[in-house]
Every structure is written in structure tokens, then in C-alpha cells.
């Protein structure tokens, strides 16, 4: 596969982006996770899509992560359509204990594949589902009992296996990176780059869970390179996240509940440093702005998201080393 992220980037963001501005080629999408929290469903009651994507498209966002509650198949590329936005990805989240994924763990791929193809979307995201054995874990995933040499076999192939057959019907497939996980840590995403075909298999680099997890995220991006497909873009609370390193917060969704993740920009995640790597290397793929609990209203969270990362583009721009000072 030849310049995979080319495919899958072909439009600028909606917003006004100048052809001199780092990553003006790279379209900038959100996660509709700021709106309807599937790890924490009962925060709130369902926001309706029709709202959620009136609210994406007003706030300039280019496309989205298929959401909790919208409409599948052609209703739901027509609502995009009209909207002017694009199905970024469809996100699936595969079953898997240490011998490897769960027998039903391709048919639940294959689903959210054909969700994605009848949409007319572009990127399947593949990430494992949580455990209990790696929950109580994360942020200290170095010391978690990791996926025997059977479970990292098995997941290779589900991933090689499903990357051939999203590849046949014009989609990549990156993955996911995710604490509370068997692929968490560096060397667990080190591991699944070295045990996967470099064709069918990208890496979505979640920046936030990379950090979650041990990991530096530009280091990660030096390493990896055209191995990364799509990047997720979320930042994480300086505080919740010492407090999981410690082992004075335990569980994913504790950490969510001590709002670990913070609105982008007001943790420690280094973006700027995230964005030069990817300019280094002339990005084309999706930036899509994350937030897995938003204590902001929704929309507030989305718009300090967009406008966090377009300040920081520009600012990339105007500098004439493009570094921080």
C-alpha cells in the first residue's frame, strides 16, 4: 500500500487553513465521544445526532467518528452529506483476553466494517476491548501481566486477516492503542507493529493513551513514521494521571470519573511537539480532537479542541524555527 494516509486525506478542514500552515493538507475531525460518553453512559442523557452534527459542522470540524445514536448506512452519509462532513472512521473495539482475541472477535470486526463501507466512510479503527485483568492496571501497565506468545499470535493474524479484507473494499485499518488493554505500553504497541503486515496494518496513535501508557508519543512518532495512519488528539490531567501512576486511582473509569482527561491543551500533553513530528513527515492523515469525558458542556469541550489546535498550527506557521522557545 502506497501513501495509505494520501487515500484517506484528499480535503482540507472546513476551517479557512493557509496552503504555508503545517499539516494544511491533514483534515481535522472530532470524536463525538465529547457528546455521548460511551464509557460512562449513564453521565447523561443522549444527545441526538442530528445535534451532535449540526454542532461538528458549526464548529468547522471536516468530519467525524461514527457516534453513539446515529443513523447507519446511506441515511447516515446523507445527513453528513448535507453537512458537508465526512465519516472520518468507524471505530471497533474487538474482545480479547491474554490467549488472544475472543472466538467472535472477526465477526464483530467484519460489523463494524460493513457499517463503515455502507456509509461511504474511510478509516476502520481497530482497538481491543478492555479487561478486568489489565483495568486494574492502567497507568502502570509496564508491571501488568502481558499477552502470551499464543495471544500475540492470534491478534496478528485477526489483525492482518481483517486489514486484507477492509483493504479490499478501500478502507485501512489502523490501530488503537488503549489503557486497559493488552496494548497499552510502548513496547505492547512495539510489539503488535513488529508482529503485523506493514500493509494491511496502521497504527491510530492515540497521543492521550500513549501517555496513559508509559509512552512519549513524539518518540513513538519518530519511530513508527508512515506506519501511522490516523491520529487521535486528546490531552491528559497532570494530576489524575500521577494519581493512577501511583496506585492511588485504579480503573479506567475511576480515572475518567477524576477527569483524566483534560480539554486539549490544558494537560501535559507536549502538542506542539506531536504536530512538528508529523509536519517533519508531511502528515496527510486525519488530526481528530479527542475528549473521553468532557466536564465542559459538549460543545464548549469541541470548540476549545478546534481552536486549541488551530492556534497552535498557526503559531507553527508564524515561527521560524517552527519550535518552542
Known amino acids: 500500500m502506497t501513501d495509505v494516509t494520501a487515500q484517506v486525506a484528499t480535503k482540507a478542514s472546513r476551517r479557512s487553513r493557509s496552503g504555508a500552515e503545517p499539516l494544511a493538507d491533514a483534515p481535522i475531525g472530532v470524536v463525538p ?41 446511506k441515511e447516515l452519509a446523507h445527513e453528513l452529506a448535507t453537512r458537508h462532513l ?19 472477535a472477526m465477526a464483530m470486526g467484519r460489523e463494524r466494517l460493513r457499517e463503515l463501507h455502507a456509509a461511504g466512510g474511510e478509516m476502520l479503527v481497530v482497538a481491543l476491548e478492555r479487561t478486568e485483568e489489565r483495568d486494574a492496571w492502567v497507568g502502570r501497565a509496564a508491571a501488568a501481566p502481558p499477552l502470551t506468545e499464543r495471544g500475540w499470535r492470534s491478534l496478528a ?29 510502548a513496547a505492547e504497541i512495539e510489539r503488535l507493529v513488529r508482529g503485523t503486515d506493514p500493509e494491511r496494518v496502521g497504527l491510530c496513535l492515540d497521543v492521550g493513551h500513549a501517555v496513559l501508557g508509559g509512552g512519549d508519543p ?8 508512515e506506519r501511522v495512519w490516523h491520529v487521535h488528539l486528546k490531552d491528559i490531567g497532570a494530576e489524575p494521571l500521577r494519581a493512577v501512576r501511583e496506585g492511588r486511582l485504579t480503573g ?43 466536564w465542559e458542556p459538549p460543545s464548549e469541550a469541541a470548540a ?13 506557521a508564524a ?3 517552527g519550535e518552542a522557545s
Open 218 to 225: 513524539s518518540e513513538m512518532l519518530a519511530r513508527y513514521g
Open 252 to 294: 479506567f473509569e475511576a480515572a475518567l470519573e477524576e477527569r483524566i482527561f483534560a480539554p486539549l491543551g490544558r494537560g501535559v500533553l507536549d502538542l506542539p511537539s506531536v504536530l512538528q513530528g508529523l509536519a517533519a513527515r508531511h502528515y496527510r492523515g486525519w488530526l481528530m480532537v479527542e475528549q473521553d469525558t468532557s
Open 33 to 73: 465521544i465529547i457528546w455521548n460518553n460511551a464509557d460512562l453512559p449513564g453521565r447523561g442523557p443522549l444527545v441526538p445526532a442530528p445535534v451532535v452534527l449540526d454542532e461538528i459542522a458549526r464548529l468547522g470540524y471536516a468530519g467525524t467518528q461514527m457516534g453513539a445514536g446515529f443513523p447507519r448506512g
Open 319 to 321: 515561527s521560524p524555527t
Open 157 to 185: 493474524e485477526l489483525l492482518d486477516a481483517l486489514g486484507r479484507e477492509s483493504g479490499e473494499l478501500g478502507h485501512p485499518l489502523a490501530f488503537h492503542n488503549h489503557g486497559g488493554t493488552y496494548v497499552e505500553t
Open 86 to 104: 465526512r465519516l472520518a472512521e468507524v471505530y471497533a473495539a474487538v474482545p480479547c483476553g491474554a490467549d488472544g482475541p475472543r472466538s467472535d
Open 304 to 316: 476549545i479542541g478546534m481552536h486549541v489546535l488551530d492556534a497552535t498550527l498557526r503559531w507553527m
